[in-house]
């Protein structure tokens, strides 16, 4: 099996226990496993806010941080980072920087589909718009930061669980 079709198993406390293909790694018993969020920021101190593609196994359509993603076996977190800011978005991310190391979730979607995941959160600037990915996004737009916290704060079912979870932590980091 190719490294790049592999999600990170865990234990539950975190430590590697081995790997499983990522199209069979989500489901309605999905193993703990190693992922990321990321949100990025422009010059203006806006984040970049996505909507999942339709065709998404879990939450489609539904509107989420930057992006995401999983490394591969032996890949650094920055380095996965970076690369899926370029194949989800098209774009290259500098300054990334993990914001909230501790992050940790499960959540199941309508279809009970189950994301269960350590999943740190990075920040990162970018300098360009999103050319996205079809397949990944569907929409984007760049919005103030602090419109994106009280939204999360007034209406947490309008966004992903794990964004929502995510933006109050991220906000008292950013304050900090």
Known sequence: MNSEDLVILLDDDGRPRGTAPREESHHRSTPLHQAFSCYAF???????????????????GVWTNS??????????????VRRRAGDELGFRADGIRMAVADFRYRAVDDSGI??????????????????PNPGEVVSWRWEPWSDVVDLVRLAPWSVSPWMALQVPLLDAERRS
């Open 42 to 60: 422009d010059v203006n101190g806006h984040v970049l806010l996505t909507r999942r593609a339709l065709s998404k196994r879990a939450w489609p």
């Open 114 to 131: 189950v994301e269960n995941e350590v999943c740190p959160v990075f920040t990162a600037t970018v300098g360009t718009d999103p050319a």
């Open 67 to 80: 992006w995401c993603g999983h490394p591969r076996p032996g890949e650094e977190l920055e380095s996965a």
